[in-house]
């Protein structure tokens, strides 16, 4: 499944996406963040038949990405993401 | 000095009908599991009951200030219109926006999940996106062809565009909030969707539309549209795969309904059940999964 959390305004759409397919619920992401964004849950809440822990993004994160991630949105010399790198499944994406 | 009070009858314009239904040919005595899911959402609450994965009854309300007391009289609600005691309940899943405040719930699920599976249930394994339009917030939901989801997003909380922003509209118009959408027809051609999304600003826009002299039909039409706009603008970001579903109270709104279909280009899906109940028909298909799982908690 395809978890996208974020916002879409005048500017463009600015989403992180998470596999949870892919994603392993390793925590690797957790640690990295550098606005704490990613929790691992043990149950993923959208999808309550699969089985296995997830990384989601914290509930009371989820409607201030458009502040919690703008440090990750350079406008020049742009490195990966420090989540996207630190993924090792390859699960999370983003949309800028 | 005495000053007179006049008396005002003030019709709420916004009010829509509370119901509860039961479904006379199933027997609940002789069902194996027997699953509640509630949805608590910002403007509605429904509970359903299902027997062994079937609809036996259900209710729709509105919710109070008070999310607990708002699920508690859903679910005593749906208990009136059938004889069966709340204790004969197996597993009860709460979901929507008051979820965590569902004092009876065994648990709960995200209503992103609940209305996949609840659409898929109501409309057939066909549908691949669901748009739940609720009272505060547009879910635009991928699924596949057993309801699980496969891609889902999500609007910031806001009224513009959803159910809350529609009765605001239809109490400052004066029309029933279940004519909305039949009279949002009534118009020569159609006008130009109000420019505000932000029903505070889309409200005084209007007003200046009546103070022009458009009728109040056209001024219907006119914030119909641009609501379909809005929606419209979610779900071109996830992008549409037919067949699209659309549940929640918005539903039941063909004015937006139609003009977003129109725009898209599908057809709107019919069925027999009702479109806002999807939320709680979801979670308590959970709940029933969960049961035959052997996850479910036998009381």
Known sequence: ?96 | MQIEMREEKKQEFWRWKESNWKNPDIEWRSGKFITLGIDVGSVSSQAVVMVDGQIFAYSNMRTGSDSPHSARKALDFVLEATDMPEDRVDYCVGTGYGRVNVPMADRTITEIACHARGANFIYGPEVRTVLDVGGQDIKAIQCDEKGRVTNFLMNDKCAAGTGRGMEVFADLLGIAIDEVGERSFQVKEEPPPVSSTCVVYAKSEALGLLRKGWSREKVLAAYCRAMAERIYSLVERLGVKPQLAVTGGLAKNSGVIERLMFMIGLKPMNSKWDAQIAGAIGAALFGYALCQKGKGRKK
């Open chain 1, 1 to 96: 499944m395809l978890a996208n959390y974020g916002y879409k305004d005048g500017s463009g759409d600015y989403f992180i996406t998470i596999n949870t397919d892919l994603c392993n619920g390793c925590g690797e992401c957790v640690a990295v963040c550098p606005a704490n964004i990613f929790i691992v849950v043990d149950e993923d809440p959208n999808d309550p038949m699969r089985d296995g822990p997830v990384a989601i993004v914290a509930e009371e994160k989820k409607k201030k990405l458009k502040y919690e991630c703008n440090p990750c949105k350079p406008t020049q010399n742009r490195p990966p993401l420090p989540c996207v790198e630190a993924c090792k499944t390859g699960a999370i994406s983003h949309s800028w």
